[in-house]
C-alpha cells in the first residue's frame, strides 16, 4: 500500500479556498486516491475519489497531476462546518490489491475561523 | 436507509468484563470492518470480512474476536476488557467493487476502568 504524507494542520478563514495536498511517491497503477472528511465524535465519511486529472462532486475537486505522486483536495469557499480531519488514503479498490485494508494516517486537521 | 448502524453509543466496562459491540448495514454491502481510533490518531483496522463466514485481522486484532453470520451484521466481542481498549469504536461497510468508499457508522465509545 502507498504511503501518504500530507500536512498536521491548515488554517483558513471563512469564504476562502482551501487545498491540502498529499504526497504519495510510491502509488501503484492499480491504486486510487481517495479523501475522507471526519468531525469530531463522527465515523470518516467519504468524499471524493480520483485516478487522474481532476475530478468533481458537489463537496470538493481532486487534481492529480500525470505523473500522480501527488494530489490535491480542493475545497471552494470554506465555511465553519468545513474545521475537520481530512484524510488521503491511496490503494487499489479490489480485495487483491489491499483495497481490503483501508490504512487511515494522522490526516490533515482543517481550522475555519471567522 | 438506515446506513450503517451501532450500539451501544457509549459503554464503560470493567477490567476483565465482556461485552459485544452491535454493527449493521441494510445497504447489502459484502465488506464490514471494524476500527479503532485512539485521542488524537488515525483509525486502526481490527478486524474485517469480506462476505458472510469470512473473517480475517487487521492490523490491532488481539483481544478482540468477531463473526459474520449474516451479510448485514458484523459483531465484535471484546473477550476480557482492559484499560488499553479503552477507545472510539467504528463499523464500516462497503461494496466489494469499492472497498475505498467506505460507509462508516456513527461509533461506540468504550472506556474500561
Known amino acids: 500500500l502507498a504511503k501518504t504524507t500530507q500536512p498536521i494542520s491548515m488554517d483558513s478563514y471563512e469564504g476562502q479556498e482551501v487545498n491540502i495536498t498529499c504526497s504519495h511517491n510510491n502509488i501503484a497503477t492499480n491504486d486510487y486516491i481517495t479523501w475522507y472528511q471526519q468531525f469530531p465524535s463522527q465515523g470518516p465519511r467519504f468524499i471524493i475519489q480520483?485516478?487522474?486529472t481532476k475530478v468533481t462532486n458537489e463537496v470538493a475537486s481532486l487534481f492529480i497531476p500525470a505523473d500522480r505522486k501527488s494530489s490535491t483536495l480542493s475545497l471552494p469557499r470554506v465555511s465553519l462546518s468545513d474545521t475537520a480531519v481530512y484524510y488521503c488514503?491511496?490503494?487499489?479498490?479490489?480485495?487483491?490489491?489491499?483495497?481490503?485494508?483501508?490504512?487511515f494516517g494522522t490526516g490533515t486537521q482543517l481550522k475555519v475561523e471567522l | 436507509n438506515a446506513g450503517v448502524t451501532q450500539t451501544p453509543k457509549f459503554q464503560v466496562l470493567k477490567t476483565g468484563q465482556s461485552m459485544t459491540l452491535q454493527c449493521a448495514q441494510d445497504m447489502n454491502h459484502e465488506y464490514m470492518s471494524w476500527y479503532r481510533q485512539d485521542p488524537g490518531m488515525g483509525l486502526r483496522l481490527i478486524h474485517y470480512?469480506?462476505?458472510?463466514?469470512?473473517?480475517d485481522q487487521g492490523e490491532v486484532p488481539n483481544g478482540y474476536n468477531v463473526s459474520r453470520s449474516t451479510t448485514e451484521d458484523f459483531p465484535l466481542r471484546l473477550l476480557s476488557a482492559a484499560p488499553s481498549q479503552t477507545s472510539v469504536y467504528f463499523c464500516a461497510s462497503a461494496r466489494a467493487s469499492t472497498l475505498y468508499e467506505q460507509y462508516f457508522g456513527p461509533g461506540t465509545r468504550l472506556t474500561v476502568t
Open positions: 488514503l491511496v490503494g487499489d479498490n479490489g480485495l487483491t490489491g489491499g483495497g481490503n485494508k483501508l490504512t
Open positions: 470480512s469480506v462476505g458472510a463466514g469470512i473473517t
Open positions: 480520483g485516478y487522474k
